[in-house]
Structures are given as structure tokens and as C-alpha cells.
């Protein structure tokens, strides 16, 4: 499969009156398209910071990103919080990113109507998000980013304010939605076990700088889902192997669930 991100000799470094701290060093990885990468690694090794780089949300110090499309609007990003509007209905949320592009066409807000209908939020377009379940409100924040049809998704632990069991829930559903449409998606998390299961591959960033140690390269076959991933003899292995390699790293992130 074709590359639809190339990132090569990434550098970055936090510059402060007081001191330059650098955060990322040496960076090199692609993702196909289509494919679902994970990202863990110690507190403050970066892992954000790599997506806001990606996003052009901040410039390199050092090295390239090259996004291989000709997509109007190729990146979308999902932050830890939802940052729903409570003044503004679901429908209204949703369309929000159109709004700020100019985009508020028929077509665009039909095919909005779609996916919230597609995704279990048809009866729940005029609710204001207080009314809402936490899943719910991330399965509204997706679909207001798959709004202007971006190819590559950047997600920043988008599900790490939601309860465990719910947690787990969304992460397959939202998984299973971005498979269906055939979205190429890089995630941040600091949960091992959510960054198995949702995961073609497994980057681990050592402490700070980040550099990449390990791109880990799963195989649970092709029926594979996050809920069913869990459950595969293969899981405890992939866990031990990328949890003794942080364990191994200075400054290592003990929030790993089995």
C-alpha cells in the first residue's frame, strides 16, 4: 500500500526564556493508508507534541512531514475533551467545522444528517450535549471532524475522560467506524492494552527526547476487532513485549492496564 504520511529526521525542541528543552529527536516513520498506528511511551516523551507536528499545529525544528494527497482538508483531530458547544444542538456541533471553512452547503450538511443517523445519534440532532451519554458525545466530536472528510485522523487520547468500560466500548465502536470508512488514523494513548487492540502497528517513544524504540507490527488476523483483540492469545504477549520495553526506559509510564 501507498504512504499517505512520511515523517523524516523529526526535531523539536520547547524554547523558554529560561531554557530549550528538546522533546522530539530523530523522528523517521511512515503510515499507509488505511492503516491504524498507536503511539505510547513515558509522560512527556512527546507523543502529543508528534501529532501537533503532524497537524502543522507547530513547525520542525529539524526534518520533513509529507502528506501524500491532494485532499482540500487531509488532517482531522480528536483532542482528549469533546469541546462541545452545551449553546449549540448535536447537528449544530457537528457542523461546526463546516462553518469555520465556509463549507455550509447542502450537500456537506446532508451528508452530516448521514453519519449522525449512521452512527446512532438520528433521534438526538436537536439535544444539546449535556443530554447525551460521554460515548455519545465522542461519536458526535468524530463526526464533526469527518465533517470536512479528512483522510488522515490524529486522535490524543480521545477517550481517556471516559469511564473504563465505556472507554473500551467507544474505542471499538469509533475503530470500527474509521475501518468501515477507511480512514488512516495515528493514535496517542497511555494505555497499552488500548494501543494493542486498536492498532495495526505500536510505536513506543523512549523518555524525553522522544525518539522511536520499537514499531511493532501486530498480527491478529483478519477477523480482527478491538473487543475480540483482547481476548487473543497473542494479547499478553504484544503487552509483556512493549511494557518490558518501557520498563527498560528512564522514566517509564506505569499506566498500562492488562
Request: with cysteine; proline share 5%; hydrophobic share 40%.
Amino acid at each position: 500500500m501507498a504512504a499517505l504520511l512520511s515523517v523524516h529526521d523529526l526535531c523539536y525542541t520547547y524554547h523558554t526564556p529560561k531554557a530549550d528543552t528538546p522533546a522530539l529527536a530523530d523522528i523517521s516513520f511512515s503510515v499507509e493508508k488505511g492503516e491504524f498506528v498507536s503511539i505510547v511511551g513515558p509522560s512527556g516523551c512527546g507523543k502529543s507534541t508528534l501529532l501537533s507536528l503532524v497537524a502543522g499545529l507547530a513547525i520542525p525544528d529539524q526534518g520533513h512531514i509529507t502528506l501524500h494527497t491532494q485532499a482540500s482538508h487531509p488532517v482531522g483531530y480528536m483532542f482528549q475533551r469533546d469541546h462541545l458547544l452545551e449553546w449549540r444542538s448535536i447537528f449544530s456541533n457537528a457542523c461546526l467545522g463546516l462553518e469555520i471553512r465556509g463549507a455550509m452547503n447542502d450537500k456537506n450538511q446532508e451528508n452530516v444528517r448521514q453519519m449522525l443517523r449512521q452512527y446512532g445519534l438520528g433521534d438526538f440532532m436537536e439535544h444539546r450535549p449535556s443530554q447525551l451519554s460521554g460515548g455519545m458525545r465522542q461519536r458526535a466530536a468524530l463526526v464533526r471532524t469527518l465533517a470536512l472528510q479528512p483522510e488522515l485522523l490524529l486522535l490524543d487520547e480521545p477517550f481517556s475522560a471516559l469511564d473504563y468500560q465505556t472507554r473500551i466500548t467507544v474505542a471499538d465502536e469509533i475503530w470500527q467506524i474509521l475501518r468501515q470508512s477507511g480512514k488512516t488514523a495515528v493514535l496517542v494513548t497511555h494505555d497499552i492494552s488500548e494501543a494493542i487492540s486498536l492498532g495495526d502497528r505500536v510505536m513506543v517513544l523512549s523518555a524525553r527526547p522522544g525518539r522511536i524504540m520499537y514499531d511493532i507490527r501486530t498480527d491478529f488476523g483478519p477477523d480482527r476487532t478491538p473487543l475480540s483483540v483482547r481476548s487473543h492469545p497473542a494479547f499478553q504477549t504484544y503487552f509483556q513485549q512493549i511494557w518490558q520495553a518501557m520498563v527498560q526506559m528512564e522514566g517509564v509510564d506505569h499506566h498500562g492496564k492488562s
